[in-house]
């Protein structure tokens, strides 16, 4: 089942933060979050365990809520190298396998 | 340049015909994804291996796809009889032992089925 992400889309001038949420119809195991830029693969930004594990990345930071199903991504004073698609990733059966999101579409304008 | 290689990166091909791409990871990790994605997409999950296992395979596939980790290192994906639906980004990805971890993306290989 793949994760829901919320918003679709959204344009922040540098130095704004935003949110972005990933959630999920089944339970969790993992959340991961990654990064792609046009024409480039995917990025690794973090990674959300069941039981609270977690690996941050500079000023960018993520909850995950295992009751709720949901995980939030947290970027605090944009910048314009953040401009990019942010997918969620997340695993329900406590494996490997990683089921994508369709994606947040992030613009930063100077 | 240790990151995960994909080859080639851009295929052209028609309609009906087979085609192989092919993956290496990087060198210690045991955990190798395939996905596809298409534009405006995340990427989809087509199927995985740890070592040279395939553990899992996407239910979207159909029997036209198959992969490979013959020995625990490259992967190869192979397409045939190609059909239009087939155009997208074809990604390959690794990840070292242990808990779900970091997955290295390679720059992927663009399918083009004319």
């Known amino acids: 089942q793949q994760p829901v992400q919320s918003p679709q889309a959204v344009i922040l001038r540098e130095g704004e933060d935003a949110v972005i949420n990933c959630s999920s119809s089944?339970?969790?195991?993992?959340v991961h979050w990654y990064r792609q830029k046009h024409g480039e693969a995917p990025v690794f930004l973090m990674i959300?365990?069941?039981?609270?594990e977690q690996k941050g990345h500079e000023k960018i930071s993520a909850s995950f809520n295992e009751k709720k199903q949901q995980s939030s991504l947290y970027l605090t004073a944009s910048q314009l190298s953040y401009s990019g698609t942010y997918f969620c990733g997340t695993d329900g059966t406590g494996g490997f396998k990683t089921i994508f999101g369709a994606g947040t579409r992030l613009f930063v304008k100077a | 340049d240790t990151g995960v290689s994909q080859d080639p990166r851009h295929k052209i091909t028609k309609r009906g015909q087979n085609v192989t791409f092919r993956c290496d990871p990087i060198s210690e990790h045991n955990r190798l994804y395939w996905y596809r994605q298409t534009l405006g997409q995340g990427p989809e999950f087509l199927t995985y291996?740890?070592?040279?296992?395939?553990?899992?395979k996407s239910r979207l596939l159909s029997d036209r796809f198959s992969a490979e980790r013959p020995k625990g290192s490259f992967s190869t994906l192979e397409i045939q009889r190609t059909e239009q639906g087939d155009s997208a980004m074809y990604l390959c990805?690794?990840?070292?032992?242990?808990?779900?971890?970091?997955?290295?993306f390679g720059p992927g290989t663009r399918l083009t089925v004319l």
């Open positions: 089944k339970a969790l195991y993992s």
């Open positions: 959300l365990l069941k039981g609270g």
């Open positions: 990805a690794s990840s070292p032992k242990g808990l779900p971890n970091e997955q290295f």
């Open positions: 291996f740890q070592n040279e296992a395939q553990l899992e």
